[in-house]
């Protein structure tokens, strides 16, 4: 890899500003915000950040987007822009998808180049009818909000309004699957009006002893 070219004096002082209002604000400010906080024009500000990007020091995701990655020495994602909270939901309320609701049981800090969904939700595991798979008793699955599913998915249901499940799905002429991943449990059948898909599981999070954990990706 191609070392990272050297900064001049203008553009170090605008990487230094952008770590303090990302590391504030969580986000890039907007170019007239930028400009108006350095005395700069806007076609400086978006001629500097042009320059950051070519020399590695910056990534955008597109060309008139607020989402500007700092980037560190390997030209990864920056630690400090790498992490996102995500809401451990606890328990879910009738007719109503988990990611619409307000209260959380505690939250989970998760990778955010390895988890890119919008809204992601974790749902403690209750249970081992998925250990096959590798998910098992008190795990957090760590999931993509969705009302839809497509054979073969892992996913988030509520069934009958009431009690929500971790299943493979299954969509059949004239009835839904949700199989388990243990032979011990046997697959259940529902009307079609007695499933809600709640989401799409995407990883696993796993707490292990002295504090460590484990995570994988589906």
């Not at 390997?74 to 328990?91: D, K, L, T």
């Not at 009738?94 to 209260?103: H, T, V």
Request: aromatic share 8%; with cysteine.
């Amino acid at each position: 890899m191609q070392p990272r070219s050297q900064l001049t004096q203008k553009q170090e002082q605008f990487l230094t500003y952008l770590r303090r209002e990302i590391d504030r604000a969580g986000q890039m400010p907007s170019l007239r915000q930028a400009a108006m906080d350095l005395g700069v024009s806007h076609t400086a500000v978006a001629q500097s950040l042009r320059v950051l990007e070519a020399k590695g020091y910056v990534r955008r995701e597109g060309r008139y987007s607020r989402s500007v990655h700092l980037l560190n020495r390997a030209r990864e994602v920056a630690a400090r822009q790498r992490w996102r909270e995500v809401p451990i939901i606890g328990h879910v309320t009738a007719g109503l998808p988990m990611y619409a609701q307000q209260e959380w049981d505690g939250s989970i800090v998760l990778d955010a180049t390895v988890y890119h969904g919008q809204n992601l939700f974790a749902l403690r595991v209750d249970g081992d009818s998925m250990k096959d798979v590798g998910i098992l008793d008190n795990d957090l699955a760590i999931c993509e909000p969705r009302q839809y599913a497509q054979n073969g998915e892992i996913v988030v249901a509520l069934i009958h309004g009431e009690e929500a499940t971790v299943k493979r799905f299954y969509l059949h002429k004239d009835y839904i699957e949700l199989r388990p991943e243990n032979s011990r449990y046997k697959s259940m059948r529902y009307g079609f009006g007695d499933v809600l898909i709640q989401g799409r599981v995407v990883g696993i999070q796993r707490h292990q002893m002295h504090g460590q954990g484990s995570s994988h990706k589906l």
